[in-house]
């Protein structure tokens, strides 16, 4: 099997292997009842050879290929996932986020009339996002053998399916960990993925799926050209929440961070369908906040209430000294990048940098020798 997986990287060049149902590798009493199953020779559960397994196919493609990403569809709490083998690991690059794939999706299949009393589903991956290095799935399997495509996942009319999807991609794309989108779902097909019919890019002709298409590219280019999105997509230091308890209006707002040099996304969700010319939300410094991204465009398919470029006041709010006051569209996300960093900031990164210099340049002491 190991061998297989090289030969893969090898001929075919691929840049990542995931394996698949690894819960069912992991224990021996997997969807197993009573009777149906031997302990190991310890007497416990776990699949002792399965995980020696995986940790010599892991060893050996990072050997071999280093950079090559190594995925594991992983559904339970079995320990240290995406650890090193030489730390008690398994040895993965990524593991898939299952409990925010299933969660999600079943936050947004219910009318937002009702979110209201289930915004534990959406907050709810935070508590656990930075315990392995995850990778948010919108895979296959949710849409085939009757599951319905995404669109179709989503309450309402047409206007509205079309907005929650656009919705649910950017809080995917802004939530820390990595993203994966199965083929179709960029331009919101309507029908499940078939392997006889493929990909439906007739639907392109039709401007609520060029919407989409063109929602899903510019979160791409957004996330490749801001830090704030991917330096520290493993890690706590990349997001700090500024509200989660917004229930009654179904709204969630957040930071991304990448450096400390590196310029603030704050990203606000809004899940309802109803309209606020006023939102406020506090923000960590002052200056001008700038929209980047709004999913409520026109050109993405919205209705086109956007803000523009917005002066921080100097009104505290969430527990920051700064805030912004903005218009809040229904079923949108909106981006806003803070231009004006703090001045500490840069010139904590100017003395580093001077520092690194002068250590770069400084001549090495170099002893006499005897004769």
């Known amino acids: 099997l190991i061998s297989n997986a090289l030969f893969w990287l090898e001929q075919y060049h ?4 995931r394996v698949d149902a690894v819960a069912s590798m992991l224990y021996h009493d997997y969807s197993r009842k009573e009777g149906e199953w031997i302990p190991n020779i310890y007497g416990g559960r776990e699949n002792l050879e399965a995980i020696s397994f995986l940790k010599d196919f892991n060893e050996a493609v990072s050997k071999n290929f280093p950079g090559v990403e190594t995925i594991a569809e992983e559904s339970t709490a079995f320990p240290a996932v995406t650890h090193p083998t030489f730390d008690g690991g398994l040895g993965f690059g ?3 986020m299952m409990g925010w794939m299933h969660d999600t999706l079943n936050y947004f299949k219910r009318p937002p009339i009702f979110r209201r009393w289930h915004q534990n589903e959406i907050t709810f991956s935070m508590v656990y996002a930075f315990s392995e290095k995850f990778m948010l799935p919108l895979s296959h399997d949710e849409v085939v053998h009757m599951k319905a495509s995404l669109l179709y996942k989503m309450p309402g009319d047409e206007w509205q399916k079309f907005a929650n999807l656009r919705v649910l991609f950017g809080h995917q794309w802004t939530h820390p960990g990595s993203q994966i989108l199965f083929m179709g779902g960029e331009i919101g097909q309507t029908s499940e993925w078939s392997h006889d019919l493929g990909v439906a890019w007739h639907l392109l002709q039709y401007d609520f ?7 899903v590219r510019d979160l791409n280019e957004l996330y490749t050209s801001r830090k704030a999105l991917w330096f520290n997509a493993f890690s706590p230091s990349g997001y700090e929440w500024i509200s989660g308890d917004d229930t009654e209006n179904c709204v969630m707002a957040y930071l991304r ?22 939102y406020t939300v506090g ?20 209705s086109g209430i956007l803000n523009g470029d917005l002066k921080a006041n100097k009104k ?3 527990g920051h000294d700064h805030s912004i006051t903005f218009q809040l569209s229904p079923l949108s996300i909106v981006i806003f990048e803070g231009e004006d960093l703090p001045k500490a900031s840069k010139e904590k990164e100017q003395k580093t940098n001077g520092k690194a210099e002068e250590k770069s340049v400084a001549p090495k002491k170099t002893k006499a020798k005897k004769s």
Do not use: R
């Open 209 to 215: 799926h060029k919407g989409v298409q063109a929602w």
């Open 14 to 17: 691929a840049d990542g292997l």
């Open 316 to 318: 505290p709010s969430h």
């Open 283 to 302: 923000v960590p410094y002052g200056g001008l906040w700038k929209e980047v991204l709004n999913s409520d465009d026109k050109k993405y398919g919205g």
């Open 257 to 278: 961070k990448g450096e400390a040099t590196d310029k603030v996304l704050l990203v606000i969700c809004h899940f309802n369908t109803n309209v606020m010319a006023e």
């Open 94 to 96: 990524q593991k898939w």
